[in-house]
DNA sequence: TATCCGTGGGA
DNA sequence: TTCCCAAGGAT
């Protein structure tokens, strides 16, 4: 028994199985190199080489490799120097290694023929659960389920399941409801159909992007196609937690202006108008050297803003300008009165920040202003 | 259990 | 440009 919840009672599994060998034999890949023999070998070979690469890209490697290793036995006396530049583009060169010492592995404990046990196989380098399974029921017809990338996006979408696949507890329950499928169907399967026809819907008209429902046999009973919810199946991977910037932002007052920095059009608040911005303080107090101020800018509480891809930490520094000009040369660079702040483009965190200038009592006291 | 491992393709 | 992902496994 397995402890997976069954939301999706609709389901009938024994359908799902037969449905998909039907469609298999009639609309699924029955040319690819690795189709054409029962050898297990050139099956594992194929299994390993397609782990998290596309068949197009694996077919030419497949044929170099096989004319120069035709067999286990070739490829095990071989040195690991003499397999790697056949492998050389294809990417997770573990695997390559790995490769090579399975070989030698079946050899020496399995009297040069791979076992027909998906625990026995799994046992050996590089194969895990998932391609051991595909190597057992494609070469010795093992009725055992697989969990790739194919098999993941046809079961979460057909049965509903929510979730990141990639996610231990989604991936086990994935295996539970593969297992049980299996259980459920009939006797007699032909599981290699079965096992291809499930990648071949997941390649086909259960793409990533913009599933071919009206072709696929098992759209009448599939959840996600019930509930339309083909592109947001399998649920997608979380993204990363979005980074923490900081900044620091000056506010120079004088005579109850404030004086603001149109940004560039381009980046981040682009065409608004701001405080000016450093990335610390030590370039924000040269900053008001630069302009003449005499005195020390103030720490002020800080604030933080939530973009879609960053996070920002707002440190503003306020300071009195006295005797400073209102007009200023450059038209991007201006002198705003702080009660007309309603009316001015700024962005969120700036308006919070002059807000609270031009109505001081909805927020902590600022710092006194300069004494001299 | 989360992260790393490579390259190519598609939006 | 950038991101996600592709017939996953090892650590």
Not at 132 to 159: E, H, L, Q, S, W
Not at 230 to 259: G, W, Y
Not at 352 to 362: E, F, V
Request: with cysteine.
């Amino acid at each position: 028994m397995s402890s997976y919840p069954r939301p999706y009672p609709a389901q009938n599994p024994s359908a799902f199985v037969t449905t998909i060998i039907q469609w298999q034999k009639q609309h699924g890949r029955h040319h690819l190199p690795w189709q054409k023999t029962g050898d297990a070998y050139r099956i594992w070979l194929s299994e390993i080489m397609l782990q998290q690469t596309q068949v197009s890209t694996v077919i030419d490697y497949y044929h170099r490799f096989l004319v120069r290793f035709p067999t286990l036995q070739a490829l095990a006396q071989a040195d690991q120097a003499d397999v790697m530049p056949y492998w050389a583009g294809l990417g997770y060169y573990a695997r390559a290694r790995n490769l090579h010492k399975c070989a030698q592995a079946v050899q020496a404990t399995h009297g040069g023929r791979f076992p027909e046990d998906p625990e026995l196989i799994a046992a050996l380098p590089g194969i895990g659960r998932s391609t051991a399974g595909a190597i057992a029921a494609f070469a010795y017809g093992v009725r055992t389920p697989i969990m790739d990338g194919n098999v993941k996006r046809v079961f979460t979408r057909y049965f509903g399941v929510t979730g990141y696949p990639g996610n231990s507890v989604v991936e086990k329950t994935l295996w539970a409801l593969a297992h049980d499928v299996l259980d459920a169907a009939p006797a007699t399967v032909d599981i290699a159909a079965y096992t291809q026809g499930l990648m071949d819907l997941g390649s086909g008209p259960c793409a990533r992007r913009n599933p071919a429902c009206e072709q696929c046999p098992l759209s009448h009973s599939c959840h996600a196609r019930k509930h339309g919810l083909q592109n947001q199946l399998p649920t997608p991977k979380p993204r990363a937690e979005v980074p923490l910037r900081s900044c620091h932002m000056l506010i120079l007052l004088h005579d109850d202006h404030v004086f603001l920095e149109q940004r560039p059009d381009s980046g981040i608040w682009g065409g608004l108008w701001s405080l000016p911005e450093f990335d610390d303080p030590e370039a924000l107090a040269s900053y008001c050297v630069q302009r003449g101020v005499t005195t020390a800018p103030q720490r002020m509480g800080g604030l933080q803003h939530v973009f879609t891809h960053f996070k920002l930490d707002i440190t503003p520094w306020q300071v009195n300008a006295p005797g400073a000009t209102t007009r200023e040369a450059e038209p991007q660079k201006q002198w705003f009165a702080l009660q007309q702040w309603p009316t001015l483009a700024l962005p969120a965190p700036v308006k919070k920040i002059i807000a609270g200038l031009a109505q001081p009592s909805l927020i902590s006291a600022p710092a006194e202003p300069d004494a001299g």
